[in-house]
């Protein structure tokens, strides 16, 4: 072993070694996370307390009214008007559980949204911009499957306003009586409004809670406030927060998305940390402490619910319906979030939707953290770091030229591969080295044709390969320093949303799998249809692995790793057949360019000037280090002789 040799191994293990030490959590972190750790556990006890004076208290209540009294507490049925008796009407919030099916719509120049008077809420939210891949009017969500709704206890039941009936407040005197709102200036401002009584004496007051919302031109972020008039003498007096429960059935957006961007919940907790839940089985979290926001996120559509200050509490779940008949449901996702509540004579309660795409620029610059609902790799700091600060600045730059984005991933492989050409010559001239030695390596090979003498026979290589300069390992690290940029690629192109529904050649969607020819059927591991790209991908994968091998062949490999290497890109060939169509194209521009490469640095490199080279290192003296020596005596204390040239 020679020193170069080493400080390869040594230059490896100690970049394994940084990871794992960079990746590690500091002292403050593990200090950090058992204080988080024992706060959840404390506010899980205060829940669980607070919750059970909640439901004594209603019970006490209820049981101590007359059994006339004790059917207007249930409010949970939307009764048509007639159904109602006087008592249910005269109660609190009795009058608006009468059905109502009216409507209302407030539009911007990128959002449509219908506000239900059930509920008062968003029922359909609609991306103006955008539309499904199968040119469909692009919703966000829909009211089938959805609920949005506040609740907290009242007197002596627990109000839902999920199942009352809102009416319309218009801050716009021109649009006053109107069903459908545009904007006309820079923000439009609506309310739906939510009154304790239907009809109050002269000078009285009707309390009342109402559901404000404001949108912004140009802008994907809805302002919501919920405001609470006169309600602090019919809210419970131990009341510190509200529950606001969300939930959705997600609809397909898109033809296709992979495991590693799909649908899910997103949530940031007070100091911006993002979690999520799986993006391809069942799964539920529960956060008993602080919350800034929480997010139905889609594959390159989210719709974000943040809190002005923040939410006490959070619970979630994602789930699947297998039995579900709709053609379009992806995934059911449900929240429950703590709304802090001061008791006052008038509350505001700031909050904000996000109703708008995956854009990494678009999301980073409300500085929430809502950008890492985009997958580009925030496990690994090399990933991220290398998608962030070097390929989407270049990509939005080369973006804004106006190009086809097929010409774009063409210049965009063109600079990356341009960049690590020092490593690829490095490479070659490595393999090279190896080469001209295969002759000498055959007659090591043939001197110790036994087993047992396979130390000797590695003793005597290594020892060829010092005497003549050369690093058995100069050619791996080069491509160990190439693999981050591999796996930056594989996150880029899949959660790329400048890439989705843009046609390239006979690919209509970069983001999605191209097809020339849909199969009858389906094939186990592969699918239903053959991706061009995929396949033109695996061909030059199968040719550069077996130049790979011809440029290698001076080096030993492992018994089946040549076969092993020709198997991997039939693998990936069913695995990508359904991926990205710009990521297959990518690897096949990646592969191409590097054909080039290999042929250029051929016409530079004289192997027989290379190959003379290394015999007149054999005459130069060959210094040992005090490692080297070290090790020789170690070998020659455990029985082994050095071998001579």
């Known amino acids: 072993m020679n020193k170069s040799t080493i400080i390869g191994l040594v230059l490896i293990f100690g970049i394994m070694m940084g990871y794992f030490y960079l990746m590690q959590p500091s002292k403050e972190e593990i200090q950090k996370e058992k204080a988080r750790q024992d706060s959840l556990i404390t506010a899980r006890k205060k829940e669980a307390a607070y919750r059970d004076s909640l439901i004594r208290i209603e019970r006490d209540s209820i049981a101590q009214l007359p059994d006339s009294l004790r059917p207007k507490m249930d409010v949970t049925p939307a009764r048509p008007a007639g159904t109602l008796s006087p008592q249910d009407l005269a109660a609190p919030f009795g009058?608006?559980?009468?059905?109502?099916?009216?409507?209302?719509?407030?539009?911007?120049?990128?959002?449509?949204?219908?506000?239900?008077?059930?509920?008062?809420?968003?029922?359909?939210?609609?991306?103006?911009?955008?539309?499904?891949?199968?040119?469909?009017?692009?919703?966000?969500?829909?009211?089938?499957?959805?609920?949005?709704?506040?609740?907290?206890?009242?007197?002596?039941?627990?109000?839902?306003?999920?199942?009352?009936?809102?009416?319309?407040?218009?801050?716009?005197?021109?649009?006053?009586?109107?069903?459908?709102?545009?904007?006309?200036?820079?923000?439009?401002?609506?309310?739906?409004?939510?009154?304790?009584?239907?009809?109050?004496?002269?000078?009285?007051?009707?309390?009342?809670?109402?559901?404000?919302?404001?949108?912004?031109?140009?802008?994907?972020?809805?302002?919501?406030?919920?405001?609470?008039?006169?309600?602090?003498?019919?809210?419970?007096?131990?009341?510190?927060?509200?529950?606001?429960?969300?939930?959705?059935?997600?609809?397909?957006?898109?033809?296709?998305?992979?495991?590693?961007?799909?649908?899910?919940?997103?949530?940031?907790?007070?100091?911006?940390?993002?979690?999520?839940?799986?993006?391809?089985?069942?799964?539920?979290?529960?956060?008993?402490?602080?919350?800034?926001?929480?997010?139905?996120?889609?594959?390159?559509?989210?719709?974000?619910?943040?809190?002005?200050?923040?939410?006490?509490?959070?619970?979630?779940?994602?789930?699947?319906?297998?039995?579900?008949?709709?053609?379009?449901?992806?995934?059911s996702v449900n929240a429950t979030l703590g709304v802090p509540y001061t008791r006052a004579e008038e509350t505001r309660i700031p909050l904000q939707f996000y109703f708008g795409p995956n854009k990494f620029k678009t999301l980073k610059q409300y500085d929430l953290g809502m950008e890492r609902q985009i997958p580009l790799g925030w496990s690994f700091f090399l990933m991220h770091w290398i998608n962030r600060f070097a390929v989407l600045p270049v990509f939005n730059w080369l973006e804004n030229t106006g190009m086809n984005y097929g010409i774009i991933i063409l210049i965009l492989t063109l600079l990356l591969k341009l960049a690590l050409f020092p490593i690829a010559y490095k490479t070659y001239v490595s393999s090279a080295k190896m080469r001209a030695l295969k002759p000498e390596v055959d007659e090591i090979t043939k001197k110790f044709p036994k087993k047992e003498d396979a130390m000797k026979k590695q003793q005597a290589t290594m020892a060829l390969y010092k005497s003549v300069g050369v690093n058995p390992m100069a050619g791996c690290v080069p491509q160990l320093l190439q693999f981050p940029i591999l796996l930056a690629m594989f996150r880029f192109f899949p959660a790329s949303f400048e890439l989705r529904q843009q046609s390239f050649l006979w690919a209509t969607d970069l983001s999605s799998y191209d097809s020339i020819l849909n199969l009858p059927f389906k094939i186990p591991g592969y699918g239903d249809h053959v991706s061009l790209f995929t396949l033109l991908m695996t061909i030059s994968t199968i040719i550069y692995t077996r130049i790979n091998n011809q440029m290698m062949s001076g080096t030993q490999q492992m018994p089946g790793m040549k076969l092993m290497m020709y198997l991997m890109p039939i693998m990936f060939l069913g695995i990508f057949n359904s991926y990205s169509s710009g990521l297959s194209y990518y690897y096949l521009l990646a592969n191409l360019i590097t054909f080039a490469q290999i042929f250029i640095i051929r016409r530079f490199v004289d192997e027989n000037k290379l190959r003379a080279q290394l015999q007149a290192n054999k005459q130069k003296p060959v210094k040992k280090s005090r490692f080297q020596q070290r090790l020789e005596e170690a070998a020659k204390q455990r029985g082994y002789k050095p071998v001579k040239k």
């Open 95 to 331: 009058h608006a559980l009468q059905a109502d099916t009216s409507n209302w719509w407030i539009e911007s120049d990128v959002l449509r949204i219908r506000l239900s008077a059930k509920g008062g809420r968003p029922a359909d939210v609609e991306l103006t911009q955008y539309k499904t891949f199968d040119t469909l009017p692009l919703m966000l969500f829909r009211e089938k499957g959805s609920t949005f709704s506040l609740s907290f206890f009242q007197e002596r039941q627990r109000v839902e306003t999920g199942k009352c009936h809102f009416t319309p407040v218009w801050y716009d005197n021109t649009t006053e009586g109107t069903d459908s709102i545009v904007m006309k200036g820079d923000r439009l401002k609506f309310g739906m409004r939510l009154y304790m009584f239907d009809s109050v004496s002269d000078g009285a007051q009707n309390p009342y809670i109402e559901f404000v919302y404001t949108l912004t031109r140009g802008s994907y972020m809805v302002g919501f406030e919920v405001v609470m008039k006169g309600m602090q003498d019919y809210v419970a007096p131990q009341t510190e927060q509200l529950d606001l429960a969300w939930t959705a059935e997600l609809q397909k957006q898109e033809k296709t998305t992979n495991v590693m961007n799909g649908s899910t919940v997103y949530y940031a907790h007070a100091d911006r940390e993002v979690e999520y839940l799986s993006e391809s089985k069942d799964d539920e979290m529960s956060v008993p402490t602080k919350v800034k926001w929480l997010s139905f996120k889609q594959a390159f559509f989210t719709a974000v619910l943040i809190a002005g200050d923040h939410f006490t509490q959070a619970e979630a779940s994602v789930s699947t319906d297998k039995k579900s008949r709709d053609p379009r449901y992806v995934r």
